[in-house]
């Protein structure tokens, strides 16, 4: 799709057609609440015949952004991508961004998040975490951890795949026909293995993981 930047608005709705909106009421037929929005659009897409891999993508939801020195107390992005040190309240920072850049290229590669999205709660969550990440639950979080109300569905003792078994698994499930190799996938879980680290200092930068020899090769 060309740069919306310099498209005029007739060009843009010819492109994408034009928006379907429809109006806000309230039943008993007062005025809106002050902030309700008075109409809703239906969301569109913009489909292509072909696609060119030098196409820039970008992924745009500033929903839960922050600056850097104004961190919130919390953030409530999606459990299965939501980051341990929010989970365990502690303190909040850009990290969180890094874990939930794990679990996203986990997904794109196969198709499914790292983690539960059914009935997940947050027990059962930490527990699938510590199977995959790439180190132990820091100390300052077991104490949390010890009294939190696991239920039955969390056993004691962890049982599950590690990262690198689970993206094999689930990357090779014969639902489709394989792009990478072996070789390639065990290299993707040493990236996804740097992101998806307990200790917030501990996770690679997003540059260093765009540096990764992998993604060139």
Not at 41 to 53: D, E, F, G, I
Not at 55 to 76: M, V, W, Y
Not at 118 to 140: C, N, V
Request: charged share 25%.
């Amino acid at each position: 799709m060309r740069c919306v930047d310099k498209l005029t608005e007739d060009v843009f709705f010819e492109i994408l057609g034009k928006p379907e909106i429809g109006r806000v009421h309230r039943r008993d037929g007062k005025n809106l609440e002050l902030g309700v929005p008075e109409y809703i659009v239906k969301p569109t897409s913009y489909r292509t015949r072909s696609w060119n891999s030098t196409q820039s993508i970008k992924i745009i939801d500033f929903g839960e952004s922050f600056l850097c020195n104004a961190a919130p107390q919390t953030l409530h992005t999606p459990l299965p991508v939501r980051a341990p040190e929010v989970l365990f309240q502690d303190q909040i920072d850009h990290h969180v961004d890094l874990w939930s850049m794990g679990c996203m290229l986990f997904e794109l590669f196969t198709g499914q998040p790292p983690f539960d999205t059914f009935l997940i709660t947050t027990p059962i969550l930490i527990s699938q975490m510590q199977e995959m990440a790439s180190d132990d639950l820091p100390k300052r979080w077991q104490k949390i951890w010890d009294t939190m109300d696991k239920g039955d569905d969390v056993t004691a003792e962890s049982s599950g795949p590690n990262l690198h078994e689970w993206l094999e698994e689930v990357y090779f499930d014969g639902r489709r026909t394989p792009d990478l190799t072996r070789e390639d996938i065990t290299r993707l879980g040493e990236i996804i293995g740097r992101l998806l680290c307990f200790e917030p200092s501990a996770r690679a930068s997003a540059r260093q993981i765009l540096d990764d020899p992998w993604f060139n090769e």
